[in-house]
C-alpha cells in the first residue's frame, strides 16, 4: 500500500513538473524573455556586423557578466535567413532577433518575421557613395586634418600611456586618442582591432542629437515646438506639451525607469517591445514639461520616431556618410524606428569622428553640416540637471566614483573645466577636450560596479600631449 501511494505521489509531482515546463515554454515569465531577447539581440548584432563567432559572444559579452539565468541561455543562428534564437536551456524564453542588411539586427518579440523585414528594406551598404570632397573652411572654422589612413605612433610617452591596464580598466576593447585632427594613439584588446565595430549603448544618443542637428540644419523641424503630431497623442493630452528640446535634455516629465536589474521600462521596451516608440510614448506624465530630469532611453526613442518623419531621412546619408563613418550601422527596431538610445555599432575610429566632429563645432572637412551653435546648445547645462548633463543627449562629467554627489568627478580628478562626455552602458566614453582640441575614446566592457573611472586615463593622456 505504502508503495503504491509512493508511486501515485511520484506520478504527481512528475506530471506537475511537466505541467510546470509546459507552462514556462508556452508562456515563459517576462524576465526569462527579456533575458532570452537579449542574449538573441546582442549575438545577432555581433555575429553580422562584427563578423565575430557566436558561441564568443555569448561567453564573452552575454554570459560574462550578466544576470546568473544567462549563463543557461542557448543560441542558434541562420545565416542565411539572418535569424538568432535564443532561449534558456534551448527551450525557454523564445528569443528572436533578425538581421536585416542596412538596418543591423532588430528584436522580433511578437515573432513577426514578415512585419520586421518589410519595415527595414534592404540596404546595399558596399555601395554607399564615397563622403563628399573638402569644401573650402568657413571662416574662423577648424577644419579637420584627419587622412583616409591614420595610424598612431606606436612609441613614446602617450602610446605608453593607452597601454597602461591600469588606465584601460577591465575588459577594454579599444583606445583612440585624437589630437589636433589625428590619431595619435591607440590600442585594441585581445580579439578586437581598427575594423571591428562596437557598440556605443548611450552614447548612441549623443548621435541621435547630431542626426536632429543635421535635420534642423536641412530645414523643416524646429526644436521648441510640440512633437505630438508624430507620437501620436490626441489633443486634449497634457503631453502635447512636450517639446524635442526637454527630451534632449531629459526632462520631458514622463514616466520612465531606467533600471536594469530586472523588467524595467528600458529592458521591457529594448526587448519585448517591437515597436519601441510606441511603447514610450505610452507612459504617463508625472511632472510639468521642462522642470523634473529623468534619465531616459525612452526620450531618445521619441525623439527618434520625430526626426525620422519625412523623406530623406536615412542615417547614413545625413551624417555618417560626410564624416567618413563607413562602418556605422544604426540598428532599428522591429517596426523600422532608428534605436536611437542604444543600438549604434562603429569601429572606434569612427567613434572617433563623431567626437571631432562635435568638437569642430558641427563643420566637418570645412563643411558647416550642423547649425551654428548647436553644438553651444549641446553641451550648454540642462536646466533640470545643471553642471550634469547637457542640452544635447551628453554629459558635462565623467562617472561620479567616489566622488560626493554635488561635486564634480573631473574636477576632482584635475581634468579641465570644459571636457564633457559621451558615455555608454558598460564602460563605453569618449571625452572631449575643446581646449585641447582633444579626444578620447575608451570602448569595452566593464560593468559599473566594477568602478573604472576613465578620467584617469584622460588626464594621463593631457599631461602627454603638452
Known amino acids: 500500500m505504502a508503495r503504491l501511494w509512493i508511486k501515485r505521489l511520484a506520478l504527481g509531482l512528475l506530471g506537475l513538473l511537466l505541467l510546470g515546463l ?3 515554454w508556452a508562456l515563459p515569465p517576462a524576465m526569462l524573455r527579456v533575458g532570452a531577447s537579449y542574449a538573441a539581440k ?3 548584432s555581433n555575429v553580422f556586423l562584427a563578423n565575430r563567432d557566436a558561441q564568443a559572444v555569448l561567453r564573452d559579452d552575454v554570459q560574462n557578466h550578466g544576470h546568473p539565468l544567462l549563463k543557461y541561455m542557448r543560441v542558434t543562428v541562420d545565416r542565411e535567413r539572418g535569424e538568432v534564437h535564443a ?4 527551450v525557454v524564453g523564445k528569443g528572436l532577433a533578425l538581421h536585416r542588411p542596412g538596418h543591423g539586427c532588430a528584436v522580433v518579440a511578437d515573432g513577426d518575421l514578415a512585419a520586421a523585414r518589410a519595415a527595414a528594406p534592404a540596404i546595399d551598404v558596399t555601395a554607399a557613395p564615397p563622403p563628399a570632397p573638402p569644401r573650402p573652411p ?3 572654422a577648424l577644419p579637420p586634418n584627419w587622412p583616409e589612413v591614420d595610424v598612431a605612433p606606436t612609441s613614446g610617452q602617450l602610446a605608453a600611456v593607452v597601454n597602461l591596464p591600469e588606465l584601460q580598466g577591465p575588459g577594454m576593447r579599444a583606445v583612440v586618442v585624437v589630437h589636433k585632427g589625428r590619431v595619435v594613439g591607440e590600442t585594441y584588446g585581445p580579439g578586437f582591432g581598427p575594423d571591428t565595430p562596437l557598440l556605443g549603448w548611450s552614447m548612441t544618443k549623443t548621435a541621435t542629437a547630431a542626426l536632429i542637428g543635421r535635420r534642423l540644419h536641412e530645414g523643416g523641424l524646429t526644436l521648441d515646438t510640440p512633437l505630438a503630431p508624430a507620437l501620436g497623442w490626441p489633443a486634449s493630452d497634457a503631453r502635447t506639451a512636450i517639446t524635442a528640446s526637454q527630451l534632449l535634455a531629459m526632462s520631458s516629465g514622463l514616466h520612465f525607469d531606467e533600471g536594469y536589474g530586472g523588467v524595467s521600462d528600458v529592458t521591457r521596451m529594448l526587448y519585448l517591445e517591437p515597436d519601441m516608440a510606441a511603447y514610450a510614448a505610452s507612459l504617463p506624465l508625472l511632472h510639468p514639461p521642462g522642470t523634473q530630469f529623468n534619465y531616459s532611453s525612452g526620450s531618445s526613442l521619441l525623439l527618434s520616431r520625430w526626426w525620422t518623419q519625412g523623406a530623406n531621412i536615412d542615417a547614413r546619408r545625413l551624417l555618417f556618410t560626410p564624416l567618413g563613418m563607413r562602418s556605422a550601422t544604426l540598428e532599428t527596431d522591429a517596426r523600422g524606428t532608428p534605436v536611437g538610445s542604444s543600438y549604434l555599432y562603429a569601429t572606434a575610429k569612427d567613434w572617433a569622428r563623431l567626437g571631432l566632429f562635435l568638437l569642430n563645432d558641427g563643420v566637418w572637412q570645412g563643411q558647416r553640416l550642423l547649425p551654428e551653435g548647436y ?4 553641451t550648454a547645462a540642462s536646466p533640470a540637471k545643471p553642471g550634469s548633463y547637457g542640452q544635447g543627449h551628453l554629459w558635462l562629467h565623467g562617472p561620479q566614483g567616489p566622488t560626493p554627489e554635488g561635486q564634480d568627478p573631473d574636477v ?9 562626455w559621451m558615455r555608454g552602458h558598460d564602460g563605453q566614453f569618449i571625452a572631449v577636450v575643446p581646449s585641447k582640441q582633444l579626444v578620447v575614446v575608451r570602448l569595452g566592457l566593464t560593468p559599473s ?4 573611472q576613465p578620467q584617469g586615463l584622460v588626464k594621463k593622456v593631457l599631461e602627454a600631449i603638452r
Open 412 to 420: 576632482a580628478q584635475g581634468l579641465l573645466a570644459d571636457t564633457w
Open 375 to 378: 553644438v553651444a546648445r549641446m
Open 449 to 452: 560596479k566594477l568602478g573604472y
Open 42 to 44: 546582442i549575438v545577432c
Open 87 to 90: 532561449a534558456l536551456l534551448g
Open 22 to 24: 509546459l507552462w514556462l
Open 138 to 140: 568657413e571662416p574662423g
